[in-house]
């Protein structure tokens, strides 16, 4: 964040990126994942709006209990858009009906308490989340937070995951080859494509399974 900043990136740019992958065909879904206060700088309604001209599908506030939220909601709501909400290890089942049942889109499951980051393994707590949230929600489980490599994928998957999200590790990849960004894409992209792989591979034997 604080080389976007200092390179003269600004929230608004966001939906500019977004318009111009729908303009370029890009048909899968776009959620913005966001600290809170960029969007009440910009103003919820505002920000939402723009989101939703640009193509966006959800956004995803990481730092927005849902007891704060209901403004957020109501403005996501009328422009069609998902307000997508996290579960951590430390979610107790009572608050985990809670949020799940105020999600829209999907749900995002944090494998750690703590910060981000890559990691080398996928915690136990990880999976304990998992197995946690699934029989409670019919919306699609992502897990998020340390997760790096195709290993984490299949086992993530065959926890009960839908989908992984995946964000430090594709910047420290992309950060190693500033000094030819044409690599730095390329690297990127074939280790999305790794754990694209990864995730198609699991999922298609949970379907053979009817899993």
Do not use: W
Not at 36 to 43: K, S, Y
């Amino acid at each position: 964040m604080k080389r976007s900043l200092e390179g003269g990136f600004r929230i608004r740019e966001t939906f500019g990126i977004v318009s111009d992958l729908r303009a370029r065909g890009l048909a899968q879904p776009i959620v913005l994942m966001t600290y809170v206060n960029p969007v009440l700088r910009m103003g919820e309604r505002e920000f939402c709006a723009a989101a939703s001209r640009a193509g966006a599908d959800g956004i995803l506030p990481v730092d927005l209990p849902p007891e704060e939220s209901k403004s957020l909601e109501a403005q996501c709501r009328t422009q069609g858009l998902d307000l997508i909400r996290l579960v951590a290890p430390s979610t107790s089942d009572l608050r985990i009906d809670e949020v799940v049942s105020q999600s829209s889109g999907f749900v995002y499951a944090v494998s750690v308490s703590g910060v981000t980051g890559a990691r080398n393994q996928l915690p136990e707590s990880a999976v304990s989340l998992l197995r946690r949230i699934t029989p409670r929600t019919r919306l699609p489980v992502a897990l998020g937070f340390g997760i790096s490599k195709p290993e984490h994928v299949r086992e993530a998957i065959a926890a009960g995951a839908a989908g992984i999200v995946e964000g430090s590790a594709l910047v420290s990849i992309y950060a190693g080859s500033l000094a030819d960004r044409g690599e730095g894409l390329r690297l990127v992209s074939e280790h999305a494509s790794e754990m694209k792989r990864a995730a198609s591979s699991k999922n298609k034997a949970r379907r053979r399974n009817g899993t």
